[in-house]
């Protein structure tokens, strides 16, 4: 690891946050070596029609970075015996999505290994509109079927690792079902409240308080709002809003076994599925970079969203423990930060 020291560090942000143009973009980076907040930034508007800077006590979205809420959610649910890693999907879905074969369970779902199709293509134009339901009409998981309907199998489930949000959705289903209890009110009190992230929420993108960032897309010659892109409230595939100062709270609380028990976090952070090429696995509902042991990552991007945040806890006689969250207001805002940061900070594999 090359940058040791807390200039160093201070210096890197600099750097890259004035290579970001806040006419372009805007965002937010915090971060913490080894017990100690060594840099935070913001940049640009919180939004744009009025111009008032961003602050780092402002909240962004997660895109898919709020993944791993969802997956401690139902993981959760493990814990307490509700749900079981093999539970199968179809013992929850009865006549609902009758094309999900009867062998795909829930750690399917959570290491993207189903081999079910997504609903959503990843690789469309940033600006496309991606759903064909009304976006102001998906708030509960319920309100998903029409769009889980395109979740057919592909191939068996257990092959390698493929990426997918409606899997993230289907597994919201399933805690909702399961538990009893609405899906974002699970994740509050079996993740945000444990972790004691009071800034973290989902919102409604058509009623953000005034200390949430807007989300921007660039269309022809226009920056527009994303609200009519996205869901009017985050599902289980992504979209919770969140302050770089909860991040640092939500890592520490997970490994501390604060969300979820000791042995469900090491299952949660022990590689379960991994690409052909090792460039990245997953265990479940985490990002783990094998080039990189030990780093835990949650990385989202959508339409006007970027978002990254990573952890590495300390090791004994090892570098200190370093977190890093950087969030953006476009899907590009983000990726200048953390390629300055990421490898110098020992986050990421060369």
């Given at each position: 690891?090359?940058?040791?020291?807390?200039?160093?560090?201070?210096?890197?942000?600099?750097?890259?946050?004035?290579?970001?143009?806040?006419?372009?973009?805007?965002?937010?980076?915090?971060?913490?070596?080894?017990?100690?907040?060594?840099?935070?930034?913001?940049?640009?508007?919180?939004?744009?029609?009025?111009?008032?800077?961003?602050?780092?006590?402002?909240?962004?979205?997660?895109?898919?970075?709020?993944?791993?809420?969802?997956?401690?959610?139902?993981?959760?649910?493990?814990?307490?015996?509700?749900?079981?890693?093999?539970?199968?999907?179809?013992?929850?879905?009865?006549?609902?999505?009758?094309?999900?074969?009867?062998?795909?369970?829930?750690?399917?779902?959570?290491?993207?290994?189903?081999?079910?199709?997504?609903?959503?293509?990843?690789?469309?134009?940033?600006?496309?509109?991606?759903?064909?339901?009304?976006?102001?009409?998906?708030?509960?998981?319920?309100?998903?079927?029409?769009?889980?309907?395109?979740?057919?199998?592909q191939r068996p489930p257990?092959?390698?690792?493929?990426?997918?949000?409606?899997?993230?959705?289907?597994?919201?289903?399933?805690?909702?079902?399961?538990?009893?209890?609405?899906?974002?009110?699970?994740?509050?009190?079996?993740?945000?409240?444990?972790?004691?992230?009071?800034?973290?929420?989902?919102?409604?993108?058509?009623?953000?308080?005034?200390?949430?960032?807007?989300?921007?897309?660039?269309?022809?010659?226009?920056?527009?709002?994303?609200?009519?892109?996205?869901?009017?409230?985050?599902?289980?595939?992504?979209?919770?809003?969140?302050?770089?100062?909860?991040?640092?709270?939500?890592?520490?609380?997970?490994?501390?076994?604060?969300?979820?028990?000791?042995?469900?976090?090491?299952?949660?952070?022990?590689?379960?599925?991994?690409?052909?090429?090792?460039?990245?696995?997953?265990?479940?509902?985490?990002g783990l970079p094998p080039?990189?042991?030990?780093?835990?990552?949650?990385?989202?991007?959508?339409?006007?969203?970027?978002?990254?945040?990573?952890?590495?806890?300390?090791?004994?006689?090892?570098?200190?423990?370093?977190?890093?969250?950087?969030?953006?207001?476009?899907?590009?805002?983000?990726?200048?930060?953390?390629?300055?940061?990421?490898?110098?900070?020992?986050?990421?594999?060369?």
């Open positions: 690891m090359a940058v040791v020291t807390a200039a160093e560090v201070t210096g890197l942000v600099e750097r890259a946050v004035d290579e970001d143009d806040p006419r372009e973009a805007a965002g937010v980076v915090r971060v913490r070596l080894g017990g100690v907040v060594v840099a935070e930034r913001a940049w640009g508007a919180v939004d744009r029609r009025w111009g008032r800077p961003l602050t780092a006590d402002d909240r962004l979205a997660m895109a898919s970075g709020s993944k791993g809420f969802t997956a401690l959610a139902v993981l959760s649910l493990v814990a307490d015996g509700t749900l079981d890693l093999g539970t199968a999907a179809r013992d929850l879905l009865g006549d609902d999505l009758p094309a999900i074969p009867d062998d795909v369970t829930v750690e399917h779902l959570l290491t993207h290994t189903s081999g079910l199709a997504d609903v959503i293509d990843d690789d469309a134009d940033e600006d496309a509109y991606l759903l064909d339901v009304p976006v102001h009409a998906l708030v509960s998981p319920e309100d998903y079927l029409p769009v889980l309907v395109g979740c057919v199998p257990g092959g390698p690792p493929e990426y997918r949000n409606a899997t993230y959705v289907l597994l919201s289903l399933l805690a909702q079902r399961a538990s009893g209890v609405p899906f974002h009110d699970l994740v509050r009190a079996r993740v945000l409240g444990p972790a004691g992230m009071a800034r973290t929420d989902f919102l409604r993108s058509d009623e953000l308080p005034a200390d949430a960032a807007i989300g921007y897309v660039r269309v022809g010659d226009v920056w527009r709002s994303h609200v009519l892109h996205l869901p009017v409230i985050a599902g289980g595939d992504g979209g919770a809003y969140t302050t770089v100062a909860d991040m640092e709270r939500f890592w520490d609380a997970l490994l501390a076994g604060r969300i979820v028990p000791s042995t469900l976090v090491t299952e949660a952070t022990t590689p379960h599925a991994a690409s052909a090429d090792g460039a990245y696995a997953y265990g479940l509902g985490l080039r990189v042991p030990g780093v835990i990552l949650l990385v989202g991007e959508d339409t006007g969203v970027s978002f990254w945040s990573a952890h590495r806890p300390d090791v004994p006689g090892g570098p200190p423990e370093v977190t890093v969250t950087v969030a953006g207001t476009t899907a590009g805002a983000a990726w200048p930060v953390v390629q300055a940061l990421a490898g110098p900070l020992g986050l990421a594999g060369g």
